[in-house]
């Protein structure tokens, strides 16, 4: 075989082992519709059947990435054995109807979707102030609040207006040089979202295809905890770049946030890394450390999933007034154990993406 790209790519997958069927991924048939661009954009099905290891899925994006001349690399995991269905994609919730084909939105860059198996771990905290901190060095981000049924950005940002409309399009709001959008900027405070499945692809649709987010380097998406319709509805609707999921240390947040670790890496979506928040207290004073929350979850997280851990933030007072009052900790306090925690995480998730390294002049607005 001639030394072109495609080969590479094809030796690449031929390299890893299904442990199940004793034999690699291309000579078992699970690679198909295999498509390589000129330009480096490689494209193809897996088929993942319900007892292969997720994991298969995560080590053919690596392997094809470590290829030279790649570019990008787009999978569609399919599960052979299961009845054939009118979508794209991961299975749909009972009920919901049948999505689009995902989109390719290249003006979002890299699309992260920031989770967590449980709520009240600090993941839209985390969130905001990773975007702040992209922000800060230069790169071009957005926030997208899906968090349908609890829709914290606006608070966390200290912006509550409604969005302007121009041009038949939704305008997101700006703060802090992050653009934004939510359901929160949308309906009263006190609203409850009783919505089912169809209701939210469709609101995770609008924020897609009908807000003006311009071009980004960085698109960050809050997503609700557990592993729901607003999970699928995303992966559905646009190629998501990789997850980042955000637990304490205890094992009943490690445990949830492992499910939901595994549900992206099922639907071909990369976990980069691991987030620790509410990690120990150290007391000013007397230099004491208070492991409130145990210890230790964060990185037992990440090695059983074969991840890195992308930082671990120091439980600090002060921290969640600041959130509430709309002043993110990275600009309201820079030289804390928290912010500077943060901001090396910020940094770890931007090399573990990749794309541009040096951040252009930008034009906030």
């Known amino acids: 075989m001639a030394d072109t790209l495609e080969a590479r790519v094809i030796s690449a997958l031929a390299g890893i082992q299904n442990p199940r069927l004793e034999n690699d991924l291309i000579s078992s048939g699970m690679v198909r519709d295999l498509d390589v661009a000129a330009d480096g954009r490689v494209a193809f099905t897996f088929l993942l059947a319900s007892d292969d290891p997720a994991t298969l899925v995560r080590a053919a994006r690596s392997a094809v990435r470590a290829v030279p001349g790649v570019s990008e690399v787009k999978i569609n995991v399919t599960n052979p054995t299961a009845p054939a269905r009118a979508t794209h994609g991961p299975p749909s919730s009972e009920g919901m109807p049948a999505p689009p084909p995902a989109m390719d939105q290249p003006n979002l860059g890299r699309i992260l979707a920031v989770s967590s198996g449980k709520g009240g771990v600090g993941k839209s905290t985390v969130a905001a102030n990773i975007a702040v901190a992209l922000a800060e060095a230069g790169f071009r981000v957005g926030v997208m609040d899906a968090d349908i049924y609890g829709p914290n950005m606006p608070r966390m940002f200290g912006i509550f207006e409604k969005p302007p409309v121009s041009g038949g399009k939704i305008q997101p709001l700006l703060a802090y040089g992050v653009k934004l959008m939510s359901l929160g900027f949308l309906i009263e405070r006190d609203a409850p979202a009783i919505w089912r499945g169809p209701i939210i692809m469709k609101i995770i649709q609008q924020f897609l295809r009908d807000v003006d987010w311009g071009e980004l380097d960085y698109f960050i998406v809050d997503m609700p905890p557990g592993t729901g319709d607003a999970q699928l509805s995303l992966v559905q609707s646009v190629h998501v770049s990789a997850a980042l999921i955000v637990t304490t240390p205890q094992e009943v947040a490690v445990g949830d946030a492992l499910r939901g670790a595994k549900m992206f890496e099922r639907v071909g979506v990369p976990v980069i890394g691991i987030i620790e928040n509410m990690?120990?207290?150290?007391?000013?004073?007397?230099?004491?450390?208070?492991?409130?929350?145990?210890?230790?979850?964060?990185?037992?997280?990440?090695?059983?999933l074969g991840v890195p851990l992308l930082g671990s933030v120091p439980l600090q007072p002060g921290l969640?007034?600041?959130?509430?009052?709309?002043?993110?900790?990275?600009?309201?306090?820079?030289?804390?154990?928290?912010?500077?925690?943060?901001?090396?995480?910020?940094?770890?998730?931007?090399?573990?993406?990749?794309?541009?390294?040096?951040?252009?002049?930008?034009?906030?607005?």
Not at 285 to 299: D, I, T, Y
Not at 332 to 349: G, Y
């Open 279 to 304: 990690s120990a207290f150290t007391d000013p004073e007397s230099g004491r450390r208070w492991e409130l929350f145990s210890s230790g979850g964060g990185l037992r997280l990440a090695e059983e």
């Open 320 to 365: 969640a007034d600041l959130a509430d009052g709309g002043r993110p900790i990275m600009l309201a306090a820079p030289d804390s154990p928290a912010a500077a925690a943060l901001r090396s995480a910020a940094d770890r998730v931007r090399e573990e993406l990749g794309g541009r390294s040096v951040a252009l002049p930008i034009l906030r607005g």
